[in-house]
């Protein structure tokens, strides 16, 4: 499912972009649209837990324009797609400041259409490619994996360190790790403990300092082997 928002103080222009959204455009996904004739309701509904994948949204609107919502919705969600539909080009460069996939002119909409389209696509394929999903009873959320920075066992529980928060799951330390295996910035640190190389600060004889502040102790019998595998991902990163 990809969520869609659009964030239009038009009415008339907001119905016609949902519909040519959901009845004139092939997805590859089923999809949903939440139309806000307010920046206010969509931060409203974002500070409530909800998430959009993508954000379609006009950039003058009265008491808060889409540039200051988009400041915001990075500060919750760094990963939605905004897509910015305006009559004034003199807001380009601040819509890229906020990582906008695109800015387009209202009056040149329908030539732009198939293009737009295809980057949501490409973006989309490539979010997948590089997301974890945490599964539970009640809810799917996708967590990119660049923001993942560590992952501990506790209970039955695996808990997942981001930047701001922590998120919690039911499932093995062994299953996280074989799903995770494709990406080799995760290493074993010790057991119960997967570390994300990329959010290392520095790294001691026997300790690992996250970005964060997080202070990890590498396992006795894996010392040789964690710094090798640092070693290993600086190196070929470079």
Request: glycine content about 4%; some cysteine.
């Amino acid at each position: 499912m990809i969520a869609i928002a659009i964030v239009e103080d038009n009415e008339i222009f907001a119905s016609m972009l949902r519909d040519k959204l959901k009845l004139e455009t092939s997805w590859e996904e089923p999809v949903s649209i939440t139309v806000f004739l307010s920046p206010r309701d969509l931060l409203k509904r974002l500070t409530e837990g909800e998430r959009f994948d993508v954000c379609f949204s006009d950039v003058e609107m009265p008491g808060m324009n889409g540039i200051e919502m988009a400041e915001r919705i990075r500060e919750m969600d760094k990963g939605m797609l905004l897509v910015f539909l305006s009559s004034f080009p003199k807001y380009a460069i601040e819509g890229y400041r906020v990582y906008a996939l695109d800015y387009i002119l209202k009056e040149c909409l329908d030539e732009k259409w198939d293009s737009m389209i295809e980057r949501i696509r490409e973006a989309r394929k490539e979010i997948r490619q590089k997301s974890y999903y945490v599964r539970t009873k009640n809810r799917i959320e996708r967590i990119p994996v660049k923001d993942i920075y560590y992952i501990t066992k506790e209970n039955k529980n695996a808990v997942i360190r981001l930047q701001d928060r922590i998120v919690e799951e039911r499932k093995a330390m062994n299953a996280i790790a074989d799903e995770l295996a494709e990406y080799p910035q995760f290493i074993l640190v010790k057991r119960g403990i997967l570390v994300n190389i990329e959010k290392i600060q520095r790294s001691t004889a026997k300790e690992l300092v996250m970005n964060n502040g997080d202070k990890i102790t590498i396992g006795r019998g894996r010392i040789d082997a964690v710094r090798g595998k640092i070693y290993q991902y600086v190196e070929n990163s470079l």
